[in-house]
């Protein structure tokens, strides 16, 4: 989500830049209010995706990790748990094996 508003605020921002040039070849002048409220609206934006990315990012460090096939929580750097680890790494074997036979 917060790249979707990174990326949307940037279009908005760089329509307000647009529009100006457009706007005096077109029409002849410029309404500010338009640019404004486009540059306006494409700041808030960026702002928010930066937020809302930052924000998320420390959520996730403080909630940890959690084993994909149980649910306990495991070590830092580690996937799985100690018991779903082997599990996992014997199903990969099985796997190569087949596939080389």
């Given at each position: 989500m917060s790249r979707v508003l990174v990326r949307f605020g940037g279009l908005l921002i760089v329509a307000a830049v647009v529009y100006l040039p457009a706007a005096q070849m077109i029409r002849g002048d410029v309404n500010n209010r338009v640019f404004w409220s486009l540059a306006g609206a494409g700041a808030i934006?960026?702002?928010?995706?930066?937020?809302?990315?930052?924000?998320?990012?420390?959520?996730?460090?403080?909630?940890?990790?959690?084993?994909?096939?149980?649910?306990?929580?495991?070590?830092?750097?580690?996937?799985?748990?100690?018991?779903?680890?082997?599990?996992?790494?014997n199903e990969y074997r099985d796997q190569e094996r087949e596939k080389g036979g």
């Amino acid at each position: 989500m917060s790249r979707v508003l990174v990326r949307f605020g940037g279009l908005l921002i760089v329509a307000a830049v647009v529009y100006l040039p457009a706007a005096q070849m077109i029409r002849g002048d410029v309404n500010n209010r338009v640019f404004w409220s486009l540059a306006g609206a494409g700041a808030i934006c960026v702002a928010a995706g930066i937020v809302l990315a930052v924000f998320g990012r420390g959520v996730a460090a403080l909630v940890g990790r959690s084993c994909p096939r149980c649910g306990r929580r495991v070590a830092r750097g580690r996937v799985y748990c100690d018991d779903h680890l082997q599990e996992t790494i014997n199903e990969y074997r099985d796997q190569e094996r087949e596939k080389g036979g």
